[in-house]
């Protein structure tokens, strides 16, 4: 079984400012993570994820993760936040049984908000 | 052109209504999902498809059913709709032979359904 859990289903942040969102998760096999992102009206859109290959994964539009086992995190960041980034981000987890297929649990979400 | 389309993207029914809610994918991807999101809840999986003659259950698959018309066609029904039902329904692809490391989930745009 696994599961995820996102810390703040609100964050607000200045443009210009850290973006920080959190992510652990539980799993009784070596995971797969994701982040994914939502914008307005959109489907998701894959930021980033995570195989095993690096703990630390850069992603899409300046974000990147990095896996810590011992804390069961897979935290987002981004140095500095762009009013653009403003958005749904869903952190995910699947299990690496390449016979049952990438199954996805996701996280209930974190709206991130943009303050000029 | 979108590689995942949905429709209807918008769908008001009532209590009672028998209704379906289509996907189409132009990516070649021989895996197919539907999902609900939910405040707060995140994604859960409601019925997925490896191939066009394997249909399986996901976690909340109660009240609905699927069809798997063709490789590139899936479809979602609400045979008696009740307004629990109201949600935003998400179809998403992925590809088999990129299982495991590199298999993502792409996602159409959403269908947004209120059943009154």
């Known amino acids: 079984a696994q599961s995820v859990t996102q810390l703040g289903s609100h964050v607000s942040v200045s443009e210009g400012a850290l973006v920080l969102l959190r992510c652990n998760y539980s799993?009784?096999?070596?995971?797969?993570l994701f982040w994914y992102v939502q914008y307005p009206n959109q489907g998701l859109q894959l930021l980033l994820k995570?195989?095993?290959?690096?703990?630390l994964v850069k992603g899409i539009n300046g974000f990147e993760a990095e896996f810590k086992k011992s804390e069961t995190s897979f935290h987002l960041t981004k140095p500095s936040a762009h009013m653009s980034d403003a958005a749904e981000y869903f952190c995910?987890?699947?299990?690496?049984?390449?016979?049952?297929?990438?199954?996805?649990?996701f996280g209930g979400g974190t709206r991130l908000m943009v303050k000029p | 052109d979108a590689d995942v389309t949905q429709t209807p993207r918008n769908r008001i029914t009532k209590t009672g209504k028998r209704i379906m809610l289509e996907c189409s994918q132009t990516?070649?991807?021989?895996?197919m999902y539907w999902y609900r999101q939910d405040p707060g809840l995140g994604l859960r999986l409601i019925y997925y498809?490896?191939?066009?003659?394997?249909?399986n259950k996901g976690e909340i698959s109660d009240g609905y059913s699927v069809s798997r018309q063709a490789q590139a066609k899936f479809s979602l029904s609400l045979e008696s709709a009740i307004p629990n039902q109201t949600a935003l329904y998400f179809c998403?692809?992925?590809?088999?032979?990129?299982?495991?490391?590199?298999?993502?989930?792409?996602f159409g745009p959403g269908t947004r359904l209120l059943v009154l």
């Open positions: 998403a692809t992925s590809d088999r032979r990129l299982a495991g490391v590199q298999e993502t989930q792409y």
């Open positions: 799993s009784s096999v070596p995971p797969y």
């Open positions: 995570y195989t095993s290959a690096a703990t």
């Open positions: 995910a987890v699947s299990a690496k049984n390449n016979n049952a297929g990438n199954m996805l649990t």
């Open positions: 990516k070649g991807h021989d895996r």
């Open positions: 498809s490896f191939d066009v003659k394997d249909i």
